[in-house]
């Protein structure tokens, strides 16, 4: 979906919206991530005009911070 159609229903009518550079998006583009403290990281998200499908990644510059803190996290816990 990143670079393609839509994975559920092949559709190339993807949209797509970074909160790392968009005013106004931070409140539905954000995710909180308790480690060590509260923080709130950020989502680069994809829509789907045709079916309504939703993805969203953290923003390449959040992610070093979840995988370095994520272990000790309380909240967040690895699917096995
Ligand atoms: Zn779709």
């Not at 060590?36 to 994809?46: E, H, I, N, V």
């Amino acid at each position: 979906m990143k670079n393609g159609p839509c994975p559920e229903c092949n559709s190339t009518q993807v949209y797509y919206a970074s909160s790392a550079n968009a005013q106004g998006l931070r409140d539905e583009h954000s995710i909180h991530v308790i480690v060590d403290d509260l923080k709130w990281m950020y989502l680069d998200t994809y829509i789907c005009a045709n079916c309504g499908y939703v993805r969203s990644f953290l923003i390449p510059k959040d992610l070093p911070r979840f995988t370095a803190g994520v272990g000790k996290s309380k909240t967040w816990k690895k699917v096995e």
